[in-house]
């Protein structure tokens, strides 16, 4: 029996050897770039994004320590600003891919390699006694290196109403406020949106908004997490009615066309015109009582009160918490017109964010911090 039994299990042995495939080779990991968008020639100032998928096949990532770019001349390196990596999504668990950002700083030919470093587990051993496992370190290289060309961005068809800017981006501009006092300031916010925007140089293009203005140098007020912002500010004319500027224009190189895009926005109308007066006190309403006649009393009248100094105008409970300077437009860069002292009473005629545009006793009025002012009843 024990030999029939023998001979059966050795028979289906042989027929699952004859049945089973031949041993496939193992998958090995691979490494692979890719530079978006993919084009023949980039330009100085463009972002790109650089990414890099690492296929791990059948090997288990224990630590992935780090990268290297290869085959780049020092003065190459320095010519690129690149962001940290950032992990992306995949479908397996086993395919990492990884980002960054590029900006091509000076025109020239890139050729490089990308080599990522770390640790495999190569085997692992367990039972009821101990657990043992083998860790093996690895550097992969990517094995196609295309060659990028930059340029510098053509000043031949520049326009005068350009900044710095290479990609795509939004703009927007527009009156901090429409109504303003003859003589007075208008503030025009301009903001540029893009993936680089903290990139652009902030030298910014002169606007004219037309015939009787006063113009202002063109300043920074904000530029991180892909926007820039600047404004501009004009005295006005010291004549009331209402004035159209004219329309504001702004060009950012568009690297895939390889042209100026000028991007022009038409601005609301200017109402000039003395602001109202503030609405007059109403006496308090007389009491019946006192219309009554008074009853005559032999005794001598009582001693004339000691003239006191007239009240001071109402400021509503707003005041000054410290010395503090006067702006012409709400942004800690814009020229300063004036010092007030710590106690200054002010009236709040207009916010901008954290800033407060504030009139003085004496009829003064400018921009001045929010977290300078006691405005708990300001309006």
């Known amino acids: 029996m024990k030999r029939i039994l023998l001979s059966f299990l050795f028979a289906v042995g042989i027929v699952h050897a004859a049945e089973a495939p031949e041993n496939e080779p193992a998958k090995a990991p691979s490494l692979s770039v890719y530079l978006k968008p993919e084009a023949k020639t980039y330009y100085v100032g463009q972002s790109v994004v650089f990414g890099f998928f690492l296929d791990c096949a059948d090997k288990n990532l224990v630590d992935l320590d780090g990268y290297r770019f290869s085959n780049l001349s020092k003065s ?7 962001d940290n990596f950032r992990r992306v999504s995949t479908a397996r668990s086993s395919l990492l891919h990884f980002q960054t950002r590029f900006v091509f700083n000076h025109p020239g030919t890139y050729s490089f390699d990308l080599s990522v470093s770390g640790t495999f587990l190569e085997e692992s051993t367990h039972n009821m006694y101990y657990a043992r496992s083998k860790s093996v370190p690895f550097t992969l290289t990517s094995t196609d290196s295309p060659v990028y060309t930059v340029l510098p961005v053509p000043v031949g068809q520049r326009p005068a109403s350009a900044v710095d800017a290479v990609g795509s981006y939004k703009i927007s501009a527009g009156f901090v406020s429409t109504n303003c006092p003859p003589g007075g300031i208008a503030t025009l916010l301009c903001t540029i ?28 007020v904000k530029q991180d997490n892909g926007e820039l912002s600047f404004l501009y500010d004009f005295v006005l004319p010291s004549e009331s009615g209402t004035v159209q500027p004219t329309p ?41 009582l006192d219309e009554l006649p008074i009853a005559h009393v032999d005794s001598p009248p009582p001693a004339p009160a000691p003239p006191q100094n007239p009240p001071a105008p109402s400021t509503a409970g707003c005041v000054s918490l410290r010395n503090e300077t006067v702006r012409i437009a709400p942004a800690a860069q814009a020229q300063p017109l004036f010092s007030i002292p710590a106690g200054t009473p002010l009236r709040i005629r207009e916010t901008f964010g954290d800033w407060y545009r504030a009139l003085c006793p004496d009829g003064r009025s400018g921009w001045l911090p929010a977290d300078a002012v006691n405005a708990t009843n300001s309006r």
């Open 193 to 220: 949106r893009g993936p680089a925007a903290e990139r652009i140089p902030p030298v910014f293009p002169p606007y004219d908004p037309g015939n009787g203005f006063r113009t202002y140098p063109p300043r920074l």
């Open 76 to 82: 190459q390196f320095d010519g690129l600003s690149i």
């Open 248 to 288: 504001f224009s702004i060009a950012t190189f568009d690297p895939l066309s390889a042209q100026w895009q000028v991007q022009t926005i038409t601005l609301p109308a200017l109402t000039i015109a003395q602001p109202p007066p503030p609405p007059a006190k109403t006496p308090p309403a007389s009491n019946a």
